[in-house]
């Protein structure tokens, strides 16, 4: 079992910066892929980053390429998501998942985290 904390949403500015991050429990951080997710009121979670288990390869929505940054820190066994030149329309719940390497979606989630944009 895989237990999933976020932190550092926030309310921000238009054009500002925050970075959220994702603690995990459990073993074996290192073999899971995992990713950043979100959902805006009255919309369906949307897919935001990845970063793979085995070579940390990251994967990025086109809306948040160039804006988004997640990386892992395995002896931390955390995630994060360094989010720059937010937008109001990144207003959302940030959601953290975790894939294990047999699993073929996201099994593991966490209680998510508000971030607003406030133009």
């Known amino acids: 079992q895989v237990q999933l904390v976020e932190s550092g949403g926030g309310l921000v500015q238009a054009g500002g910066s925050l970075r959220l991050s994702c603690a995990t429990s459990g073993r074996s951080f290192s073999s899971y892929t995992m990713g950043w997710f979100r959902q805006a009121p009255g919309k369906e979670r949307e897919f935001v980053a990845t970063?793979?288990?085995?070579?940390?390869?990251?994967n990025y929505a086109d809306s948040v390429k160039g804006r988004f940054t997640i990386s892992r820190d395995n002896a931390k066994n955390t995630v994060y998501l360094q989010m720059n030149s937010l937008k109001p329309e990144d207003t959302a719940v940030y959601y953290c998942?975790?894939?294990?390497?047999?699993?073929?979606?996201?099994?593991?989630w966490g209680q998510g985290t508000q971030v607003t944009v406030s133009s």
């Open positions: 998942a975790a894939r294990g390497i047999l699993d073929s979606d996201f099994r593991y």
């Open positions: 970063s793979s288990w085995n070579r940390g390869t990251t």
